[in-house]
Every structure is written in structure tokens, then in C-alpha cells.
């Protein structure tokens, strides 16, 4: 099934190069919270992750998630917020019947607040993992536990409850998928290291063709094609180095073999650059 789609920047943070590509200079870089909303034919509005919003500023007012923002400062112009953008184009919050999350880290989580309606697919043992942390404990695995909101758990649905499905040879070496919406649409691919039970997701984009939305697995559609991690302070937040670098050779390989698929990080400048040109990227 084709779907349209569109990205969007929900703001972007300050980080050295040097933590996001091992090699590269000490050089303050921008980085962008992408995201995007898929349209599906019965479920209507899709969101995958959430960047930015205010809640992400009161949130991170006091210590210690004020550590947060110091190590990577944030920037959200005024409507540059998701629900802001897609507010611009005609689309209230209530018509977002799903999100999914990639990872609860805060820069993916930010504007999830922003739906109040909609159900909320992620990983029920990333969450686990992360819910009952508070303080140092959360802030250090990059989780704000305030950008939750009240009613999450009574929204939230796993996705391992979802058909397991074989992915087709275009995406090897990755292997297995889960149907989220039960008709092959859009299928999570578990993308471990970078966060605990971290997933991207795969869809048939109706322009541009399959699309691998692949959170923060890689940095950069360069560190992709260079199987290039980051730097030392880029790994500071990594919950399993070593299950982070098989991930990216995985993506590396996948982009040997697979050229023309097209691969979307989070946090990609490239991509960035495409989105403000104007151009679908
Ligand atoms: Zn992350």
C-alpha cells in the first residue's frame, strides 16, 4: 500500500560535530528533531516521533533535567513546534489517531502532549525500562519523565503484540518487521544500542518509493554511508555501544545493497537541507 507522507523539523539542537562523527572537528553544528506524519487511507493522520514543543522548555526548567538542555541546547522558533506546523496546515490535534515513537528520548517524545487524543505505539519493554526513573537515573538515558503525559499507559500499545512479518530482500540484512496496522502498511524494524528497544519504521511512500525511517540508529545519512559512529561524547547517552555499532553497519550494509532505498535519521543535516529547499527528500 502507497502512502503519502511529509517531514517536518520540530526544532533542532546544538552539539559538537566531533560527538556526532567520530573525526570530525570540535565545531558547534545545528541539529534537526525530525519528524513526520503519514496518511493512511482507514487510520487517517500518523505521527513518527514528536521533536520539540514548549512542554519540552517548562520541562526542563529545574535540575536535574535541566541537564538536558545544557549538553545539547535547544531552538524552537515560535510555530515551529509538530502540532504547530500541522495546526498551519489545517490539521488539529484531535485528527492524529496515532503516534508512534520511535525511543523516549526527549527530543523524539518532546510534543507528545500536543495529541491528546491519539493512541501511542512504542516498545512496551523500552518503556518499562525507562518508567519509573526519576532524576539523575532518568535524565542520564536522556528521558524526561514530565513530557509523559498522565494518561499514557492507558494510550500506549506495544508493538511486539503486533504480526511479526518478514521483510522483503530490499531490506537485508535486517529480517523481520512488525505489522502495526495489520495490513502491511507500515511495519516497525527494532534498531537496538542507540536507546533500549529502539524502532524505525518502514513504508511505501507514494512518491518517493519504500522509505526507512530510521531514528537515531544513525546521525546522519554520511555516518550511514561511511559506517561511521560517533565521537566519544556522542556515545555518552548510547545505552549499548556495542548493539549501536552493529546497527549502523547493519544500515550500512542495507545502503550497499539497497542504493536507492531511502533512509531517513533524525538528527540528518542532509535531510534538513533537502526539507527547507522545498524539495521531498
Ligand atoms: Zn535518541
Known sequence: ????????????????????????????????????????????HIVFDTGYSQAFFSQTRRFPSRLYRMATPVRLAPGESLADQLAEEGIQPSEIGHVILSHFHADHVGGLSDFPSATIIADTGGWAYLRDKRGFAAVRKGFVPGLIPS????????????????????????????????????????????????????????????????????????????????????????????????????????????PGLRIVPSHCQEVWEEIKGGSRV
Request: aromatic letters at 10%; a positive charge; hydrophobic letters at 40%.
Open 1 to 44: 500500500m502507497k502512502l503519502e507522507s511529509k517531514l517536518y523539523v520540530a526544532g533542532h539542537c546544538l552539539s559538537f560535530a566531533a560527538a556526532t562523527f567520530k573525526g570530525d572537528p570540535w565545531r558547534i553544528e545545528r541539529y534537526p528533531a525530525i519528524c513526520a506524519r503519514i496518511r493512511h487511507p482507514e487510520h487517517g
Open 151 to 258: 494518561d499514557f499507559e492507558k494510550r500506549f500499545r506495544g508493538i511486539l503484540y503486533r504480526r511479526q512479518v518478514r521483510l522483503g530482500e530490499g531490506m537485508g540484512p535486517f529480517r523481520i518487521g512488525y505489522d502495526l496496522f495489520g495490513d502491511g502498511s507500515i511495519l516497525a524494524v527494532y534498531l537496538e544500542g542507540h536507546a533500549r528497544h529502539q524502532v524505525g519504521i518502514l513504508f511505501d511512500d507514494i512518491d518517493l518509493g519504500p522509505t526507512f525511517l530510521c531514528a537515531d540508529a544513525a546521525w546522519s545519512r554520511r555516518a550511514i554511508r561511511e559506517n561511521t559512529g560517533p565521537g566519544r561524547m556522542g556515545y555518552m547517552a548510547v545505552d549499548d555501544v556495542q548493539a549501536a555499532d552493529g546497527t549502523l553497519g547493519r544500515l550500512h550494509e542495507l545502503h550497499k545493497r539497497n
